[in-house]
């Protein structure tokens, strides 16, 4: 074959127009960066979250970030920007220009699902409680929201920590396990509808747990509240997978309820209410009956569940029932949750349970890089997928494991056009450092 040089730019000849797509980085040249006559790489976006000597700052526990979130506060139009490991949740400090800590996990945690709602973020790993922040101190589990319905368990006796009847003391009440934390709020039931609550003290979490009270009165100790988001895992909601917001709802997916794993379960809150699982208008569904909900996404006003090996769409119906379902696959599931992404055309796109991407109503689309790269992927890291969607250039990105056990390579599509770049990066994010 005889193989003809020619320029894509010169001073001579300009920019040409007409080079083959293969060649040019993007289908209008918009990103290339050009330098001396030569295209180098591909246009970036100037590198953020540098500290003052202008490096780019390491979270304090030298562990790579796997999730990002961007919160604007509705009230004042105030941005943040929060970095999630496997370890902890850090606020970027714009002032300082450092990392602040605002959760430890329990344990190391391989997934970070994170939604804004009532001006708060709430954040879920399936390892701790589901957590919100309101900006101010740190991360906490939904039930440490004082909503008036704070509830333990069931308790045998009491007696006055002082062994005698003056009011205002302490009242003792006995537990065979706590399971609380100096300064828990409760809220004990003493009869009829009247509550009182009290505050965990330090002396007592082991085995018995101390309480205090206004005043010294005789319990009712034998109620148990249900079905709602608490600190013991005898009777309530502690972890779930996923979470989204839909219709005003706060939903969780997949989640770890009564001591058991709920793998088809969805479950929502009172409308408007991200602490009230317990009253008003909360509820849950069961969504097929085999394999476990993978995620969440958002299609012409419906809400897809993602399952391992099929989806549902979901819309809001009312009271009684709040939500209806449907399944549109029984074959189709989605691998990754942080694969589904939405174009500014609405079309919804997924890593499937076939091992391709696909838009939920045109099939698969990878079919052009499916052998030399997507088919690659290995099944034992499809979890750390990230996509994002770029408002700027009107694509997605995905950043993928490509025969390795981090993300070594980004794959951008454009309205049918694939670009493979060579780029490390375990998690998107968007912030402006002013």
Known sequence: ?????????SPVSGLQKNIPIILTLTPDNINVLLKDGKILRRRMREATLLNDDGVKAQTPDANPIIHYHQFVRRSDGTEYLLAFTKRHIYHW???????????????????????????????????????????????????????????????????????????????LLVASTSGYDDGDKVIIN???????????????????????FVENLT????????????????YYLTKAKHLTVYENYLILGNTYE????HYQRARWNSIGEEANWLTGSKGSMEVGQSDKITGFGHYQGFLIIFKENSHFKVWLVGFPYIFNKMQLSTEIGCKCSHSIINDSKGRLYFYSSEMTFKEISAGTISDDIQTDIIAKIQPAYIHLIKSTFLN?????????????????????????????????????GEFREM
């Open 219 to 234: 319990y009712d100790h034998s109620a148990v509240q249900e079905d709602k988001v608490e600190k013991c895992t005898s």
């Open 258 to 261: 009564n001591e058991i794993y």
């Open 1 to 9: 074959m005889n193989k003809e040089k020619f320029a894509i730019f």
């Open 93 to 171: 400090n714009p002032d300082t220009k450092a990392f602040d800590l605002k959760f430890t996990c329990s344990d190391d945690c391989e997934n970070w699902e994170t939604a804004s709602y009532n001006d708060k973020v709430i954040a879920t790993n399936n390892v701790d409680k589901v957590l919100g922040w309101d900006t101010t101190g740190n991360f906490v589990a939904l039930d440490d929201v004082d909503n008036g319905i704070e509830y333990s368990r069931s308790y045998s006796n009491e007696t006055n920590v002082n062994g005698d009847s003056d009011e205002g003391q302490p009242v």
């Open 392 to 428: 700027e250039t009107e694509e997605i990105l995905w950043s993928i494991p490509v025969e390795s056990d981090s993300n070594n390579k980004v794959v951008s599509f454009k309205e049918g056009k694939w670009l493979i770049l060579g780029l490390s990066i375990s998690a998107f």
């Open 190 to 212: 003493r009869g009829g509808d009247r509550e009182e609550e009290g505050i965990i003290k330090e002396d007592g979490i082991t085995e018995n747990v101390s309480i205090e």
